[in-house]
C-alpha cells in the first residue's frame, strides 16, 4: 500500500479555510469532509485535514497552538516550475493568505516562497530542477 500524509490543521473557519485551500489548488474530498472537517487533497497521497478547534480538540490534550504567534510546523508542498511557485504564492494571497512571510529562496535549481494561510500556518512551496541536482551531486563526489 502506496503511504499517504494527512496533515491535520487547526483552523477559526472553516468556510474561508476551505476557500483558501481551493484557491492554491486542494479540491475537497466530500467523503471525508462535514460541518467539522474539510479533507483538502492536493495529490494521491498528500491531503490537508482542516479542523475546527472543537474537533481537533478531540486527537489531543495539548492547548491549540496560536500559529500566528508561534511556530508548530512548517510544511512543504512541491510545484511542477517556478511560474507554478510564483501561481500558488498569487492565488494564495489573493485567497486571504499572506504571501512570503520568510524569505524567497533562490538558488538557481532550487526555487522556494512561503504562503501563510488565514489561521497562520505556513507553507513552504518550492521547485526543484532534479536532473541539474542530480548532476551537481555527482560532480561533487567526483571532484
Not at 507554478?84 to 498569487?90: F, G, T
Request: a negative charge.
Amino acid at each position: 500500500m502506496t503511504k499517504l500524509i494527512f496533515v491535520n490543521l487547526p483552523v477559526s473557519d472553516l468556510a474561508r479555510a476551505t476557500v483558501f485551500y481551493q484557491a492554491i489548488g486542494a479540491t475537497k474530498n466530500p467523503q471525508f469532509s462535514d460541518d467539522t472537517a474539510a479533507c483538502m487533497v492536493f495529490s494521491d497521497t498528500i491531503h490537508a485535514m482542516l479542523l475546527t478547534h472543537d474537533k481537533f480538540r478531540q486527537f489531543t490534550p495539548k492547548q491549540i497552538a496560536d500559529a500566528k504567534a508561534s511556530s508548530e510546523v512548517l510544511i512543504c508542498l512541491s510545484a511542477d516550475s517556478r511560474e507554478a511557485v510564483d501561481d500558488i504564492i498569487s492565488k494564495g494571497q489573493r485567497a486571504g493568505g499572506t504571501a512570503d512571510p520568510s524569505p524567497k529562496q533562490d538558488f538557481g535549481l532550487m526555487y522556494g516562497r512561503s504562503l501563510e494561510d488565514p489561521d497562520g500556518h505556513i507553507w513552504e512551496v518550492m521547485w526543484m530542477d532534479v536532473e541539474a541536482a542530480r548532476k551537481a551531486q555527482a560532480s561533487q563526489a567526483t571532484a
